[in-house]
């Protein structure tokens, strides 16, 4: 009798996303890597820190996470 396989966590969103002690999914804002000369310092700063996911995309995330 063959056992079920298991189930992979993707390996591209483990990379991307990492889960909260609450279980949160954590996550980087985008618009950090070219053209920066022409954005605020202020706005640099602020895409420096780490956000949480919004609670529409945490199912679909956390999925992807499963092998976690």
Known sequence: MAK???MKSHRGAMKRFKLTGTGKVKR???YKSHILTKKT????RGLR????LT???QKRIKSVLIGK
């Open 4 to 6: 079920g396989g298991k």
């Open 28 to 30: 980087n804002k985008a």
């Open 41 to 44: 310092p202020k706005r640099k």
């Open 49 to 52: 820190k780490s956000t949480i």
């Open 55 to 57: 609670h529409a995309d």
